[in-house]
């Protein structure tokens, strides 16, 4: 069954955000790391020893999508994020874009970095999909797998249109809000703004954490092949035949993917855990990183 967490009223629950982060402390470029794979050169950050355990960040996203996580997981793990090819620090590939193709690179990316056959897939968003469909593809290659407010399920009014519309957009305005990120989230007015579609209080979370977000992310080349891509993609006939253990986490307050769709994913895939986050939007891993990862603890352990 859902379970949602405590909290009352329209206060914000004590644990959204995070005040005195561990990643700002920590020298990120002493743990880059690049390989190259077929048709693609793939940047990633890495951090920790132990079994591994591999981050997806979302659409627009890079591996700072995951800076709450990484430190934490880094203390008993091989903790790794990836940025997609066309997003981040990874060039566009020479390959088609496509969904399939995407998660032909996770499988090379494990196998090149000789990843333990049980490695976790944690995604968010379009990393939600990516895994998902690394997982289907190759079943004995992966271990459990962890989808947050994850893509994959349209149920969106006139979806073709609605990604013409939206790709435009960020075509025009993308590089612009990339090159003006700092002055965005260091005005609480501005921050609102541009944040509030994303995340449920953006005036509780470092101007810092948004930044990394809005710096990695905002200038990924591949932005509207892979919208479209994810758009066309449906993998619902086969989330039946998943056997690994699921955790699905949502944020009650998504307004990019509405929670509605975390309960169809937990209908479909037979061995499947969903937790409901309240008062938190589309990015529960930064908004919330206290209980995402005491809950994702849990659900490793």
């Known amino acids: 069954m859902p379970k949602a967490g405590t909290g009352s009223g329209g206060r914000v629950a004590a644990d959204y955000g995070n005040p005195d982060p561990e990643w700002l402390k920590i020298d990120w470029r002493e743990h880059l790391r690049r390989v190259e794979l077929p048709g693609a050169e793939v940047g990633y950050v890495e951090i ?26 880094g203390r008993g793990r091989r903790a790794i994020a990836l940025d997609l090819p066309g997003f981040g620090s990874s060039p566009t ?8 193709a995407y998660g032909r690179l996770v499988r ?27 997982q289907t593809m190759s079943p004995d290659t992966f271990g459990p797998l962890v989808l947050v407010s994850s893509a994959g399920l349209i149920n969106t009014w006139s979806p073709e249109q609605r990604a013409s519309a939206i790709a435009w957009a960020w075509r025009a305005f993308g590089p612009p809000v990339a090159d003006g990120a700092k002055w965005l989230v260091c005005r609480p007015r501005t921050r609102r703004f541009f944040w509030r579609s994303f995340v449920r209080y953006p005036e509780k979370l470092r101007p810092e954490l948004l930044w990394e977000q809005m710096n990695g992310g905002l200038r990924g080349p591949a ?51 969903l937790e409901i986050f309240e008062r938190t939007g589309h990015i529960p891993q930064l908004e919330r990183p206290a209980r995402f990862n005491a809950l994702l603890d849990d659900f490793l352990g």
């Open 93 to 100: 590939p020479d390959w088609p874009i496509d969904i399939p």
């Open 48 to 73: 920790g020893a132990g079994e591994p355990i591999l981050f997806i960040h979302g659409l627009s996203g890079s591996w700072q999508n995951w800076l709450e996580n990484l430190p934490h997981f």
């Open 223 to 273: 932005f509207t092949d892979v919208l479209r891509a994810a758009i066309r993609f449906d993998l619902r006939d086969r989330l039946g035949a998943i056997e690994a253990p699921t955790m699905i986490v949502w944020g009650f307050d998504d307004r990019v993917i509405p929670v509605q769709a975390s309960l169809s994913l937990h209908r479909r895939i037979p061995v499947s855990r």
């Open 108 to 134: 090379d990316f494990c196998e090149k970095l000789d990843l333990s056959r049980e490695t976790p897939l944690v995604g968010n968003s379009l990393g939600g999909l990516v895994a998902l469909e690394a």
